[in-house]
């Protein structure tokens, strides 16, 4: 059984190495293709290529490809075709045959490769790393011969020492022989030579002749340490190993930072070296690198680098510090100081802290000392007074001399302010910053500092203050420091001389577009007739660059019009405005919008807003009440008081004239004394001018003049009770009048009466111009006829009243101008005469006079 096993294993692996047989050797079964006069030809040369069919295999047609593109085409069972100009390379060549009824067939192919013959290596070069390295050679084989090409390495030397060593491919251009050289013949010589073969031909490189110096190349140096003398940060040694027979060293060294190096050749130096002029706290990098003879042969390799730093020094150079005030009330004001750190070469060391001294030098010499490790610090300082500060860094070996600078204000002068400051993009990091001197300087200026922050702090963080220092014959500045695309910046030009400080500001930003949104309006309220619209600012993610303006828009509602605005410069303290064209009783839309250089926002929110207009009333009233004002003290003063009342009894019409006046009624017939029955009457009010009558007739009263309080508009069958009038108002002694009860004797009752009768006409007839003591007034001219006939002038009935005595006063205190209107219309308030006892009427005088005075 297990003879049977072996015999299948032994058959089954002779089956199928006979299979891989004929598969590699039956490649092409149903043909041949061959390239004369070979497969690998030069540049240039023909090639025939012939394709024919085996074990009697019939075709129609067979077919010749080159690079799968037909070349030629035969009938019958073999096919042959030159071919010539084949490019540099590989060419594939193809034959196929067509029968009856089948498709193409593949029959076999051939691959043409084209080539040159190789040119000589040149550059051939060799050595030997460290004593115990081994000899390697390079070379340069120079244009691709696109055929199979062999390098061989061949080393002669003395006591016939010959290497050899090879290599296949264009790629081959260095042979390491893996034997090494020993210096026990130093001068002794050896030759090299490569040589380049290949089917075209071969081609070899020139002798290379070389002695073990010139091609042994030390190993590079290592264990590189160094030290410094007494902490000394300029003073250093450096040391390091390296292999016993080199001679010649080379050091080179130069700071982190730095893309330059120091060089420095080292001579039988027994691996180490002194080094005098290094920067303090500074970051080094050293390397160095060894030779085995002073003319020959190669440098090494550089070793690996040493980087360390040197110690401290005290600091150099000041600091380069700037300031801002800010008051605070009448006799407080707060002090921020900023300064920069120092270079590292000026710094030399770590900065421990800042020593500030804050001094006032003119008054009370007070002095204020801090220390921080900030770069800024801030006081609050009395305003009076000449102050002084002083800045200093500390580092561990010492401090740097101090900064001083007085603190003034730095705009106060303004002939010293630059004009026409601007500030435009340069690109998405920097900003230019350009102006013109201050015009009217009294004295030059030494420089100008150019001072940004941002116009828009986070909450979080307080905006950093930067500043740029500028020569006074410059007139313009490229900021980059912490300078950021779409962000607005506040930039100061500050302009320093001896006679003062001025200052311009302006925004500007490194990049802007159309801000994102617009501010959100938050109220609008009704003030003063108009509307106060209050908003939020544009937040400051959205503001895109500087604002330039706002806009507020506004249209009535549901109206197809285009809206109105106006337009506001932007300002961070300002939010809000009043607009006075809204019409009252109108309902509006209002909505904002904000402007950069690159275009306008998007709308903000809309507000609907109606004015009611309860404010107009408020002129009005306050113009009555001056109005008022004067008009009161205009009528407070009796000439222009009299004035007016002249005034408006000239132009009242005559139908218009109050009731016609009883004299007996009169305030003056009851407050002159009656003497012995008689009335005594001033002189002021006896005219001057009597008339003489034409036409005398006595008047003949046979009763006795008996004077006696009477109430006018009352009637003989209802008197009312005493102190009121017939409609119940309190009647004043204003309106008491005096009747004519009995009469005394003939004669004087004549006399009197016609003195009476003669006063009546004085009284009847006074004009608006009368006055006492001026009897000569025009006086109205009273018609004989005048007092009617059906009517009594004075009450027809009156009762029996006990007897009133009018006070005794003055008659010329209470003789004040009166107007007296007469009225050719009978008063609807007197009543006719009726019989009632004994009484005096009117119709029994006649008047002989046409004119009282003429």
Same mark, same amino acid.
């Given at each position: ?39 690998? &030809? ?100 120079? !244009? ?77 140096? *290592? ?21 016993? *027979? ?24 027994? !691996? ?30 550089? /070793? ?93 070996? =010492? ?15 303004? /002939? ?18 350009? *102006? ?190 001056? &109005? ?12 222009? %008081? ?128 009368? %006055? ?64 009632? =006892? ?17």
């Amino acid at each position: 059984m297990a003879l049977a096993v072996r015999e299948c294993t032994l058959a089954l692996v002779f089956i199928t190495t006979w299979l891989l047989i004929k598969a590699n050797l039956d490649v092409c079964p149903e043909g041949d293709v061959t390239a004369m006069p070979s497969q690998e &030809i030069s540049l240039g040369s023909a090639i025939n290529i012939s394709c024919s069919l085996k074990n009697n295999i019939s075709a129609t047609r067979l077919i010749l490809y080159k690079n799968k593109k037909e070349i030629a085409s035969h009938r019958g069972d073999s096919i042959s075709a030159p071919v010539t100009d084949l490019p540099l390379g590989k060419t594939v060549f193809d034959c196929k045959l067509v029968s009856a009824n089948t498709a193409k067939r593949h029959v076999c192919g051939v691959e043409v490769s084209v080539g040159v013959v190789p040119e000589q290596p040149q550059n051939l070069s060799c050595e030997q790393k460290g004593e115990n390295g081994t000899v390697a050679c390079m070379w340069s084989p120079g !244009r691709d011969t696109h055929l199979n090409t062999n390098y061989m390495l061949q080393l002669n030397g003395p006591k016939n020492l010959t290497l050899q060593k090879h290599c296949n491919g264009h790629y081959c251009k260095r042979l390491d022989l893996e034997a090494s050289l020993t210096p026990e013949l130093p001068e002794s010589m050896y030759t090299a030579k490569i040589t380049a073969t290949n089917r075209l031909g071969n081609s070899s490189s020139l002798l290379s002749t070389f002695t073990f110096s010139d091609i042994v190349r030390p190993l590079p140096p *290592w264990d590189i340490r160094i030290s410094f003398l007494n902490a000394s940060s300029s003073r250093c040694t450096l040391q390091w190993k390296d292999e016993g *027979w080199v001679l010649l060293n080379r050091l080179r060294y130069r700071p982190h930072s730095s893309r330059f190096w120091n060089m420095v050749n080292i001579t039988n130096a027994q !691996r180490k070296h002194d080094l005098l002029d290094l920067k303090p706290f500074t970051e080094y990098e050293f390397q160095i690198s060894s030779k085995l003879h002073l003319y020959q042969g190669s440098w090494s390799e550089w /070793s690996e680098s040493l980087r360390v730093q040197t110690p401290e020094a005290e600091p150099t150079g000041t600091l380069d510090v700037w300031y801002t005030k800010q008051y605070i009330d009448y006799n407080r004001q707060q002090i921020s100081v900023f300064w920069k750190n120092l270079s590292m070469s000026e710094a030399r060391g770590q900065m421990l802290c800042y020593r500030i001294t804050l001094q006032e030098v003119t008054g009370k010499k007070i002095t204020l000392q801090n220390i921080t490790s900030h770069t800024s610090w801030t006081w609050v300082i009395p305003r009076n007074g000449t102050w002084t500060v002083a800045v200093s860094a500390v580092n561990s070996r =010492g401090s740097s001399l101090p900064t001083r600078i007085e603190i003034t204000d730095l705009c106060s002068t303004g /002939s010293l302010t630059p004009h026409k400051v601007s500030a435009n993009s340069e690109d998405m990091k920097d900003i230019v910053v350009a *102006w013109q001197p201050p015009r009217n300087a009294t004295s030059a200026v030494q420089e100008y500092v150019v001072e940004w922050k941002l116009l828009h702090p986070e909450a979080s963080m307080q905006s950093p203050l930067n500043w740029l220092r500028v020569p006074s014959y410059n007139v313009s500045a490229l900021i980059s420091e912490n300078i950021k695309p779409y962000v607005c910046y506040e930039i100061r030009v500050h302009a320093l001389s001896e006679g003062g400080r001025g200052c311009s500001c302006v925004h500007g930003s490194s990049k802007n577009k159309a801000p994102l949104s617009g501010p959100h309006i938050n109220v609008i309220t009704e003030e003063s007739g108009g509307a106060l619209v209050s908003w939020n600012h544009v937040p400051v993610q959205d503001q895109m660059g500087c604002i330039l303006h706002y806009r507020i828009y506004w249209k009535e509602q549901d109206a197809r019009s285009l809206p109105e605005f106006c337009e506001i410069p932007y300002s961070p303290s300002q939010n809000s405005l009043p607009i006075n064209k809204l019409h009252a009783r109108v309902t509006y839309v209002l909505w904002m919008t904000a402007l950069t250089a690159s275009g306008e926002s998007p709308p903000g929110n809309e507000r609907g807003f109606c004015l009611q207009g309860k404010g107009t009333w408020k002129p009005f009233v306050g113009s009555s009440i001056c &109005i008022a004002i004067v008009i009161v003290g205009i009528f407070s003063t009796q000439y222009f %008081r009299q004035k007016v009342f002249v005034l408006l009894s000239a132009l009242k019409p005559q139908w218009c004239s109050t009731e016609i006046p009883d004299p007996a009624n009169s305030t003056w017939a009851k407050k002159y004394p009656i003497v012995e029955g008689r009335m005594q009457l001033p002189r002021d009010w006896i005219p001057i001018a009597w008339c003489a009558p034409e036409e005398p007739e006595p008047l003949v009263i046979n009763e006795v003049l008996q004077v006696t309080p009477i109430f006018p508009h009352s009637q003989c069958t209802n008197w009312p009770k005493m102190g009121r009038g017939v409609q119940g108002h309190f009647t004043s002694k204003k309106h008491i009048v005096y009747s004519a009860s009995s009469l005394p004797p003939s004669r004087a009752v004549t006399a009197e009466t016609r003195q009476l009768a003669d006063l009546y006409k004085v009284l009847g007839s006074r004009g608006p111009d009368s %006055r006492p003591g001026n009897p000569a007034s025009p006086l109205t001219v009273l018609p004989v006829d005048y007092l009617p006939n059906h009517e009594g002038y004075l009450p027809s009935n009156v009762e029996e009243l006990p007897p009133q005595e009018a006070p005794l006063t003055d008659p010329l205190e209470e003789l004040e101008p009166q107007h007296i209107s007469l009225s050719i219309f009978a008063s609807r308030s007197l009543h006719p005469l009726t019989s009632c =006892g004994e009484k005096l009427t009117l119709d029994q005088l006649k008047m002989g006079c046409d004119s009282l005075l003429h």
